[in-house]
């Protein structure tokens, strides 16, 4: 969904909607996106939940399973003159907090797909398992009271 700023100024928008798919992600179920959008003279600022099912692998034993994601989202808009204003007063080296990340508004145009799918891949685990554990221990217990491989023996002896 593509919010138009024109549709909203200086007020306030709720949304409610569904996204069908979202690239480099496979979906079992529809992402259900509810929130609200503040219009306020150039800065809009974007809150909202997210909810749905994604298909993953399993790091472990690579059978594929279904992942329950649901988060909170928000995000901070400027239109093109703010949002040049706003890197201009960026020094090369300076701190930023978190309430002070914004993003452009592109010809009038927030995506909100493009803020959710942000979302989603920064709140997916980055080694995904079966839960509550995996059914492929054999490659992890095999191996696991080998002891040091000797071919790494004589390093332990660099440290006495």
């Known amino acids: 969904m593509k919010l138009e700023i024109k549709d909203f100024p200086?007020?306030?928008l709720k949304f409610d909607f569904y996204i069908e798919n979202i690239e480099g992600i496979e979906l079992i179920e529809k992402v259900h996106i509810v929130?609200?959008?503040?219009?306020?003279?150039?800065?809009?600022?974007?809150?909202?939940h997210y909810s749905?099912?994604?298909?993953?692998?399993?790091?472990?034993?690579?059978k594929e399973f279904n992942l329950k994601l649901e988060n909170d989202f928000m995000g901070t808009f400027l239109d093109e003159n703010q949002y040049i204003q706003y890197l201009k007063s960026l020094s090369t080296e300076c701190e930023i907090d978190k309430n002070e990340i914004y993003d452009p508004i592109e010809n009038g145009i927030i995506?909100?797909?493009?803020?959710?799918?942000?979302?989603?891949l920064l709140d997916m685990p980055p080694y995904p398992q079966c839960e509550p554990s995996c059914e492929d221990d054999s490659e992890i217990e095999k191996h696991s009271n080998d002891g040091i491989?000797?071919?790494?023996?004589?390093?332990?002896?660099?440290?006495?």
Do not use: H
């Open 149 to 160: 491989d000797p071919r790494w023996q004589q390093l332990l002896q660099i440290k006495n």
């Open 52 to 62: 749905t099912i994604l298909r993953v692998q399993c790091v472990r034993c690579l």
């Open 111 to 120: 995506d909100l797909e493009s803020l959710v799918r942000e979302y989603i």
């Open 10 to 12: 200086n007020q306030i």
């Open 35 to 48: 929130g609200t959008a503040v219009n306020n003279n150039g800065k809009v600022e974007i809150s909202g």
